[in-house]
């Protein structure tokens, strides 16, 4: 079956440690996003791209980082710098060109103590 | 920055009534989006809206769009408890390649 996979489905971290967010897609899809969702909001853009080694920045990049270095795969790390990292984290994988739905994996809720 | 507004935040209601719930966003559009997230999961598309269509329909689901009042809505009927989940609506601003999501409305349906 084909679609997004997001690894692990929960995570703990310290603050000051860097985590990195995993999400793997089997659609052949060229654009990837990462979302953050704060309880009772809706999804903020962290970072997307559209082809592979490009990436651009969201409305929330600030403390975040990605790489695009295969088409599958569109890893988020979570830097020490990103003040509030606490948050549901969901990838999502479209064809690229617009008039196309967002798939979206089912989250990583990641925890920062 | 949030591109849309969800109205109402949230709605209960019994089974086998409709559910009408409304976007309203601030830029022009390519196209306007609804998605359904049931809780601690990932969000799944309901309906795709062209800027230059006013109405569509799937099964249970109708959107409406007005772009000069720039709104939507989304009527659910015959809601089933299986409906209950919050529901967001998503919008491509012209010229862009993204997608932005509003507040979402949580909509409770009773057996």
């Known amino acids: 079956d084909g679609g997004i996979t997001q690894s692990p489905k929960y995570l703990f971290r310290k603050e000051g440690q860097n985590v990195t967010l995993s999400c793997e897609q089997n659609?052949?899809?060229?654009?990837m996003y990462w979302y953050r969702q704060d309880p009772g909001q809706g999804l903020r853009l962290i970072y997307y791209s559209q082809i592979v080694n490009d990436f651009q920045k969201g409305d929330i990049a600030e403390g975040y980082s990605v790489s695009r270095e295969k088409k599958e795969s569109f890893p988020l790390t979570v830097t020490s710098a990103q003040k509030n990292p606490t948050a549901f984290y969901l990838c999502?994988?479209?064809?690229?060109?617009?008039?196309?739905?967002?798939?979206f994996g089912n989250g990583t809720r990641l925890t920062v103590t | 920055s949030q591109q849309g507004e969800e109205d109402p935040q949230a709605l209960s209601i019994q089974e086998g009534e409709n559910a009408t719930m409304n976007c309203s966003y601030k830029t022009s559009i390519n196209n306007l989006q609804w998605y359904r997230q049931n809780s601690g999961r990932g969000l799944v598309h309901l309906i795709l809206i062209r800027s230059n269509e006013r109405e569509k329909h799937s099964g249970r689901l109708r959107v409406t769009l007005d772009t000069s009042k720039k709104s939507s809505s989304l009527l659910i009927t015959a809601s089933r408890a299986a409906d209950t989940a919050s529901y967001f609506c998503?919008?491509?601003?012209?010229?862009?390649?993204?997608?932005?999501f509003g507040t979402g409305t949580r909509l409770q349906v009773f057996p």
């Open positions: 659609l052949n899809h060229d654009a």
């Open positions: 999502a994988s479209s064809i690229r060109g617009g008039y196309s739905p967002l798939h």
């Open positions: 998503a919008t491509e601003p012209y010229n862009t390649d993204k997608l932005i």
